[in-house]
């Protein structure tokens, strides 16, 4: 799979309170206003919201697929390269998991 920004766009865009906002001069996206996921450069890659220890383990372990942005060291965000992902599943599992980190508790606990 080679995943694609309009791929990370359909599925953020899929999940609820979603709504996508011009920031930045990139696209981005917010669950009930807050920010979880951007789409930098040409959209080859993406930001997501990522706990700290949990990224730099990511980092470490695929080098290839993850990294660090250097405005970002000191924040929970991971860069991910959207060609190197395995599948769709692991792309959306990146996204939800973000999506979940800023998302209401309450949206969380009911999404539907």
């Known amino acids: 799979m080679s995943a694609t920004g309009d791929d990370a ?6 999940l609820p309170e979603t709504s996508e906002q011009f920031a930045w001069g990139m696209p981005t996206f917010r669950v ?8 930098p450069e040409t959209e080859t890659s993406m930001a997501a919201r990522c706990p700290i ?3 730099d383990e990511l ?12 405005h970002e060291a ?4 991971v860069r991910v390269r959207l060609a190197a992902l395995d599948d769709r599943d692991e792309l959306e599992a990146i996204i939800h998991d973000s999506w979940r ?3 209401p508790q309450t949206l969380v606990d009911d999404p539907g």
């Open 53 to 55: 220890g949990d990224r």
């Open 59 to 70: 980092v470490v372990a695929e080098p290839d697929k993850f990294w660090i942005a250097a």
């Open 101 to 103: 980190q800023a998302a």
């Open 32 to 39: 009930a206003g807050k920010l979880f996921l951007t789409l």
């Open 9 to 14: 766009r359909a599925y953020a865009l899929s």
């Open 74 to 77: 000191n924040n929970a965000w």
